[in-house]
């Protein structure tokens, strides 16, 4: 999994690393070399006169030999203490280099995971659930960083610290080095093995109901009117509540796993170094001079044991935070169509004469029914076309493979002759404004409602205007006191739905498409209202190709065509006398 990891890095991240890499080398080779200098230092103030006799000393015994005590003293603690600060400031770049490289390559997992799940096909959005693509670019991409990405470098970084230390240790004393040695690793091995099949359950548990706890609080918030009406508000309390349970027992659960054996190591390392010195004590004769190598084992010790617990610690963290890593590669791995790779569509594809439905039919993933069968319709250039239905008699469906949100599972879809396929796509969907019967609005003003995508900079404030007297909007909008500057609130919580309904009209008119699709798009206004905002779309634009779905009769009076849809089959197609 770290492999499919480094595998989705930039170039950028990937040479980053090697640089942080080196960085842990050169801190773990520094405070082997800190560790080192501890001999000399101990010695020369224990006995200054065995000083040049002391391992580590090298080319600098020669002017030890000459130098008068205080200079030696002077000199080897002047050593010490650099090489102590050395290593100390680098630990803290290694920290920060350590953290920004997450936090970075956090963002850039986040930015991939957005941009992946929105290149994908509406197919795939309509077949998962929200919440757990929302769980996905947020929790779980948090999980990776602080649960993943920044434990491996802290893995990596106290392994190199342990194994730079335990090797200079065993230079200075072979015997005790190698039994305290082997015995720890062992203590963090078997206590690995115990509990990684735990460790990976818990991370299961997290990333599961992660999802549900997203999904909880998007139904939480937005059937809120409902939950006060039916007094369930501690119905949803209670589900929420078991799901975070399970959530922070299991956070609590890894917690405890990664900082458990730090205790019990501990207390043995202290009982070996209490041994160490009564051996030494047993058989040395002069125990003053066995204490520069006490003192070593024991501040290599004291190095040694927080380097392998980072390492124990991290490898917990890694495996407790597994399945959410998994989930964020399951959604970098839905690959991104090659028609969205090309530049920027300026030019939409020509549409002079007729859109074909040639015997389309169409299957929805892990149904056994087709949704459509056998479709034939032909709407010319202009047309006003109305599609009539009961609900889940395929009339959304159709008006999906027109926008080409859907590909047909047999059949063809054809404008002007010409097949659209995975490479016109996007020149025909430029053709298309489309109002789907509960309009999205964002939590900004009606004007950037209306010119919605477009930057500030963009908006054409004259077709706002002219827009908005099309869907009969302006009215409303010069009685409010900002005007168009006027705050919607969260999806348009402040409007009514008829005014939601016309702010979309609104949008759709503002992009001047040749083909507008109106699905239930005016089901929330009265008739008087709808009645005018339908006039002025088939009266100010003869050209424009206008296809709706309404369960209003009055509102098909002044369609060319009328198409009227049972079991995903066309029953009948009327034409204007």
Aim: charged share 20%; with cysteine.
């Amino acid at each position: 999994m770290l492999k499919s990891l480094w595998l989705n890095l930039t170039l950028k991240r990937k040479l980053q690393f090697i640089v942080i890499l080196v960085l842990m080398i050169v801190g773990a080779f520094a405070e082997a070399v800190s560790l080192a200098s501890l001999i000399p230092f101990i010695s020369i103030l224990v006995e200054p006169n065995k000083i040049i006799n002391l391992p580590f000393i090298g080319e600098i015994s020669i002017f030890l030999e000459t130098a008068n005590q205080s200079s030696q003293i002077f000199l080897i603690t002047t050593i010490f203490v650099l090489t102590v600060l050395i290593a100390g400031l680098i630990r803290l770049l290694i920290l920060y280099a350590n953290i920004s490289y997450a936090v970075s390559l956090g963002m850039d997992l986040s930015d991939q995971a957005y941009r992946t799940n929105l290149y994908q096909p509406y197919i795939y959005h309509i077949s998962r659930n929200t919440s757990e693509i929302l769980s996905g670019m947020t929790q779980k991409v948090n999980a990776v960083v602080f649960g993943i990405i920044l434990p491996a470098l802290n893995l990596l970084s106290g392994l190199l610290v342990f194994i730079f230390i335990l090797f200079t240790l065993l230079l200075i004393e072979t015997k005790i080095t190698l039994i305290a040695g082997t015995v720890l690793i062992c203590i963090y091995l078997i206590v690995s093995l115990v509990i990684h099949k735990k460790l990976l359950k818990n991370s299961e548990y997290i990333a599961e109901k992660q999802s549900e706890i997203i999904q909880l609080l998007n139904e939480g918030m937005g059937g809120i009117r409902d939950i006060i009406l039916d007094n369930t508000q501690e119905k949803y309390v209670n589900i929420f509540s078991r799901s975070n349970y399970i959530v922070r027992k299991s956070i609590g659960e890894n917690n405890f796993i990664n900082s458990s054996p730090r205790f019990i190591v501990e207390t043995i390392a202290i009982i070996s170094v209490a041994i160490a010195a009564f051996i030494f004590a047993g058989e040395n004769n002069n125990f003053v001079t066995m204490l520069p190598v006490l003192g070593a084992l024991a501040l290599g010790g004291q190095r040694m044991l927080p380097a392998l617990q980072q390492s124990y610690s991290s490898w917990a963290t890694i495996k407790g935070n597994q399945k959410s890593l998994d989930d964020i590669l399951d959604i970098l791995s839905a690959s991104i169509d090659d028609k969205y790779k090309t530049n920027e569509i300026k030019n939409s594809l020509p549409f002079e004469h007729m859109i074909s439905i040639k015997d389309v039919s169409f299957q929805y993933p892990g149904r056994s029914k087709l949704t459509l069968e056998n479709i034939n319709i032909e709407i010319k250039k202009g047309s006003k076309v109305g599609i009539v239905g009961e609900t889940g008699s395929g009339k959304s469906t159709v008006l999906d493979i027109i926008m080409s949100l859907l590909t047909p599972t047999s059949g063809e879809f054809l404008v002007d002759g010409k097949r659209i396929n995975q490479h016109n796509i996007l020149e025909w969907q430029k053709n298309i404004s489309h109002v789907p019967q509960s309009i999205f609005l964002s939590d900004n003003s009606i004007k950037k409602n209306i010119a919605f995508g477009s930057s500030d900079k963009n908006i054409d404030f004259k077709k706002i205007i002219k827009s908005s007297k099309i869907a009969h909007l302006d009215k409303f909008v010069n009685s409010l006191d900002n005007k168009y500057e006027t705050n919607v609130g969260e999806r348009g919580v402040q409007l009514s739905g008829g005014q939601r309904q016309r702010i979309g009209i609104a949008r759709a008119v503002y992009k001047a498409s040749n083909l507008l699709i109106l699905d239930e798009a005016t089901n929330a206004l009265d008739i008087k209202t709808e009645e005018a905002v339908i006039d002025s779309l088939f009266l100010n634009n003869s050209n424009l190709t206008v296809i709706f779905v309404t369960h209003r009769i009055s509102t098909l009076e002044n369609c060319d065509m009328i198409i009227e849809m049972s079991n995903g089959k066309i029953k009948e197609i009327s034409y204007k006398k």
